[in-house]
Nanobody, 127 residues
């Protein structure tokens, strides 16, 4: 059973940076595509970033492209979301997710294709 846990959220001023982490008790993410989603108050959960099972491809929502980066450490036990140039509209609960996707090279962008989810970590960006 995959159990994901996010960390690294907090309060940051606009223009600042944060790095979120997601791990599964030291187990590797080999065999899983990984993604980050977020949900702001009163809004639906939305896709943020994803990395393919192979780790060779990434994709981002237009709203974060050029500011956020998703990557997995060499041991494939932690997936990160590095967020820079943060804006107040980035305020949300951020969730990481794991997908036992069929494709090795295609990042998964749809929430219903993810099999496991973390509990989320709050990111608040003040203006």
């Amino acid at each position: 059973q995959v159990q994901l846990a996010e960390s690294g959220g907090g309060l940051v001023q606009a223009g600042g940076s944060l790095r979120l982490s997601c791990a599964d008790s030291g187990r590797t993410f080999v065999g899983y595509g990984m993604g980050w989603f977020r949900q702001a108050p009163g809004k639906e959960r939305e896709f943020v970033a994803a990395i393919s099972r192979s780790g060779s491809r990434t994709t981002y929502a237009d709203s974060v492209k050029g500011r956020f980066a998703i990557f997995v450490d060499n041991a494939k036990v932690t997936v990160y979301l590095h967020m820079s140039s943060l804006k107040p509209e980035d305020t949300a609960v951020y969730y990481c997710a794991a997908s036992a996707a069929v494709s090795v090279i295609a990042p998964v962008t749809r929430a219903n294709e993810y099999d496991y989810w973390g509990q989320g970590t709050q990111v608040t960006v003040s203006s």
